[in-house]
């Protein structure tokens, strides 16, 4: 299974999402490659948010080490599943889809809702972290059955 998370700048949500689901997978001994990218290109070549590795760390979650990078079209064959944060990246990520399968590829993070960006809230990063944590455990729940 690989798995690629996306949000707008790939410095906070995504990140997160990366980094909580690459730990889980160790945790269950599943060979899956996770990744993470943006919608938009602003900090490609620069780590996550301070606050995001921050809020990664207090969990027991090193995500220091990923560099931001954006979301391309060959994310389309590399990944069998694409989850994006956000309506906005939904629209943004499915508008690149050359064809129905690329599409079919693409889906929200969450089954009902959106992750809110902390970005401009400090407050925000750690629910969005249990948020995100708490979705990667029934993500590998419903995938790891599939394979």
């Not at 080490?65 to 906005?88: H, P």
């Not at 089954?111 to 708490?134: A, H, L, R, T």
Request: hydrophobic content about 35%; proline content about 3%; aromatic content about 8%.
């Amino acid at each position: 299974m690989k798995i690629l998370m996306v949000c707008l700048g790939n410095i906070c949500r995504s990140p997160l999402a990366h980094g909580v689901m690459e730990y889980m997978v160790k945790e269950h001994g599943l060979n899956w490659q996770i990744d993470s990218a943006g919608t938009g290109g602003w900090h490609v070549g620069q780590q996550p948010d301070s606050r995001s590795i921050a809020v990664a760390k207090k969990y027991g979650v090193d995500i220091s080490g990923q560099v931001c990078r954006k979301f391309d079209n060959s994310d389309f064959e590399a990944f069998d599943q694409i989850l994006v944060m956000d309506l906005n990246n939904l629209e943004d990520v499915r508008s690149m889809a050359r064809n129905e399968s690329d599409r079919q590829k693409v889906s929200l993070f969450l089954k009902k809702g959106i992750v809110p960006d902390p970005y401009y809230n400090d407050d925000q990063f750690d629910p969005v972290y249990q948020m995100i944590e708490k979705r990667c455990s029934e993500i590998i729940e419903e995938f790891k059955v599939s394979i």
